[in-house]
């Protein structure tokens, strides 16, 4: 019903930037909250960065003041750019859209950042 096609991951140096992309589409017209979680082998998926329709959002608490999400809403689209990019911040980021009682999940992109 609902189909995310996520781009934009890679490999990039400590300190570099990214940015990716995830779009929906399919029964958009109930998504929403859309986002990013990550999720590194042995750790519970984390939430990096959310958006609602109405443009308020929320991070975690690890890339607060280094990452910044936003949405186009003509286009079901959600974007994370990231900077100042940390070993730590490697992980498969996975795109989310939360309908009323359901929640989406994009294939994961890989995210790595080498030192």
């Known amino acids: 019903q609902v189909q995310l096609v996520e781009s934009g991951g890679g490999l990039v140096r400590s300190g570099g930037s990214l940015r990716l992309s995830c779009a929906a589409s399919?029964?958009?017209?109930?998504?929403?909250?859309m986002g990013w979680y990550r999720q590194v082998p042995g750790k519970p998926r984390e939430l990096v960065a959310a958006?609602?329709?109405?443009?308020?959002?929320n991070y975690g608490n690890s890339v607060k003041g280094r990452f910044t999400v936003s949405r186009d809403n003509a286009k079901n689209t959600v974007y994370l750019q990231l900077n100042s990019l940390k070993p730590e911040d490697t992980a498969v980021y996975y795109c989310?859209?939360?309908?009323?009682?359901?929640?989406?999940w994009g294939q994961g992109t890989q995210v790595t950042v080498s030192s």
């Open positions: 399919g029964s958009t017209f109930g998504i929403y909250t």
């Open positions: 958006i609602t329709s109405g443009g308020s959002t």
């Open positions: 989310n859209a939360r309908a009323y009682t359901y929640d989406y």
